[in-house]
Nanobody
Framework: QVQLVESGGGLAQPGGSLRLSCAAS????????MGWYRQAPGKERELVAT???????NYEDSVKGRFTISRDNAKNTVYLQMNSLKPEDTAVYYC???????????????WGQGTQVTVSS
């Protein structure tokens, strides 16, 4: 069983910064791509950024140059550094993990519980 613990959300002023963390624990053979998604009120959940097990990253266009995703494989943790925050970044941010419980088992996805990020003056 896998658990994801997210932290770091909260209130920031426009132009400010926040850093989200997502720590994975439990029984897994390997961790694959980890990512952050967000969902604003009345909108669909959307991808923010992903990072593969070899460190390759992918970003949604509106956050390029402002957000940085990273991971610490020794700690099974993924981070999202958010700089130059804008009011439109306000959303619930969700961590997503792809993992295998054994070499021969298929990749399984697991979502965190979400953390609120509010950008307002």
């Amino acid at each position: 069983q896998v658990q994801l613990v997210e932290s770091g959300g909260g209130l920031a002023q426009p132009g400010g910064s926040l850093r989200l963390s997502c720590a994975a624990s439990g029984s897994f053979f390997s961790l694959g791509t980890m990512g952050w998604y967000r969902q604003a009120p009345g909108k669909e959940r959307e991808l923010v950024a992903t990072i593969s097990s070899d460190g390759s990253t992918n970003y949604e266009d509106s956050v390029k140059g402002r957000f940085t995703i990273s991971r610490d494989n020794a700690k099974n943790t993924v981070y999202l550094q958010m700089n130059s925050l804008k009011p439109e970044d306000t959303a619930v941010y969700y961590c997503k993990l792809n993992y295998r419980t054994a070499r021969w088992r298929p990749v399984t996805s697991y979502w965190g519980q979400g953390t609120q990020v509010t950008v307002s003056s």
